[in-house]
């Protein structure tokens, strides 16, 4: 590893163990197709309140600010742990820098199955975090911590309103992914229909207008982690596959694949038939 990465690993400190916590549930809840629920974190260290953006704003927070990207990944694997590193740009400024992750294999007594998801998903956390600008990190978390305050009633929760650009603007990151996706998902059988279907499945939507922007935000993390490394690239592919079996297993219709394969990003206006895939 070159000495510009040893000096750029991110630490992490015990105070922040906790903080670990929420993330690796965030991490199974994205594997497992669940909705992640938490954003932010705020808890107390010695009389000191500590608040900050789990790995779910962090990826927000990203989209929300634009132009980053995560080009580098390199993974190794050792005998009790996964060590990963990654390159995050900017690509406004050009700006870059490292984040790195050593999770371990066990998870208390037992073999941890989601040990190297973890390690990659954390190392992109830590890289992307050193790019964000503070007011873009101050506006989610005081977002979120609103909403936390309001005690998470989901009608209180429907009642904030969502900017229409930062909805946008995480829709686009998750279609320019899925679309850098839409080759190497054919060549494993698996079609736009069918990733859409899982997507509508994931997030109980049935168009592309019911998704929040916390649902685009996290879609794109989990489609982005599938482009950069293969190992994850294949778990997509598993669960789409077992989605698409089930579906057909228990005759649920799916939804008609697009007249045009090649159809890339489109906007609202353009497409909004819910029945075809919006990729």
Known sequence: MSEEKKNEIVPVAAEYEVVDQVDDQAIVELMTGQTIQDYVYSFKVGGRLIEGLTL????EAANRRGGIQVEEMEYEERENSWIATVKAVD????NSRWGAYEQPKMNGNRPDPYAFTKAIHKAQRNAIKQLLPVPVIRDVLNFYLKRKADGGNPKQQQ??????????NA??????????????LQEKDIS??????????KYSVESRNDMSEQQWTQLSAELKAAETTPKLFEELCTRIKQLTTANEESEVPTVEESEDPETEYTTDAESKDSKQPPF
């Open 56 to 59: 779910a704003g962090i990826n």
């Open 91 to 94: 690509t406004i400024t050009g």
């Open 159 to 168: 009642q904030v309103p969502q900017s229409a650009d930062n909805i946008s």
């Open 171 to 184: 829709q686009k990151a998750a279609f320019a992914i899925a679309n850098n996706l839409s080759e190497p």
């Open 192 to 201: 736009k229909g069918d990733l859409w279907n899982y997507i509508k499945r």
